[in-house]
């Protein structure tokens, strides 16, 4: 079975702080995705980041970072000097290989970044 | 960018009132999938379509629920007889054929049972 655990609920930060949302996960697979996404207030689900299993390499996409370690089968995302607009429900996710699999996602995290 | 299309943005409906909810998956997709997001909660997996069957369903997905593809573009999930516990967003997603790289969800439709 798999499981992805976001340990924090709520996080509040102030403007330009750098804030780290932290998700682990458990999968028996050995080749997987991890995902990944943003839920502004609006509601829909906003793509952030997929990363391969196999690929640790951390990336970075302007502010935001990922932290891949499989070792501790976490994937952390840091967001470097936060904004308002910033602020939305993230979610982590876990996906098998395979065209047709489901995603298992995290309860998600609410960040809110007060000006 | 090509995307999954939702309609309606929101749906009003009574207790006990079937509802179809409609997706436009994004065009060379073959494998979509309905998500559910009870309000306050994660998003969770209700079913898998792929070549006009169902692949996978979770036990969110009883007999009250079906899903459909009525024609090349449409995907559709159907609640026979509502509840309000079936408030919810609904999230449409579909994906490519190639090694299930891709994955697109739509907006949602946010449905309310009074």
């Known amino acids: 079975a798999q499981k992805v655990t976001q340990a924090q609920t709520e996080i509040s930060v102030v403007e330009k702080e750098d804030v780290t949302l932290d998700c682990v996960y458990e999968t028996r697979d050995t080749t997987y995705y991890l995902f990944w996404y943003k839920q502004p207030p609006s509601g829909e689900l906003v793509f952030l980041i997929r990363?391969?299993?196999?690929?640790?390499q951390n990336e970075i996409s302007g502010r935001y970072s990922w932290n891949f370690q499989k070792s501790t089968s976490s994937f952390n995302f840091t967001i470097t000097a936060s904004q308002v607009v910033d602020s939305a429900v993230y979610f982590c996710a876990l996906r098998r290989t395979g065209a047709n699999s489901k995603l298992t996602f995290g309860k998600g995290i609410t960040l809110s970044v007060r000006p | 960018e090509p995307e999954v299309t939702q309609t309606p943005s929101h749906q009003v409906t009574q207790m006990g009132q079937e509802v179809i909810l409609r997706c436009v998956p994004i065009s060379n997709h073959l494998y979509f999938y309905w998500y559910r997001q009870i309000l306050g909660q994660k998003v969770e997996f209700l079913v898998s379509f792929y070549n006009n069957e169902i692949s996978e369903k979770s036990e969110i997905f009883d007999d009250q629920f079906s899903v459909e593809r009525p024609d090349g573009s449409n995907f559709t999930l159907k609640i026979r007889s509502t509840k309000l516990e079936d408030s919810a967003m609904y999230f449409c997603?579909?994906?490519?054929?190639?090694?299930?790289?891709?994955?697109?969800f739509g907006s949602g439709t946010r449905l309310t049972v009074v």
């Open positions: 990363r391969n299993s196999f690929d640790e």
């Open positions: 997603a579909s994906s490519e054929s190639l090694g299930g790289y891709g994955y697109t």
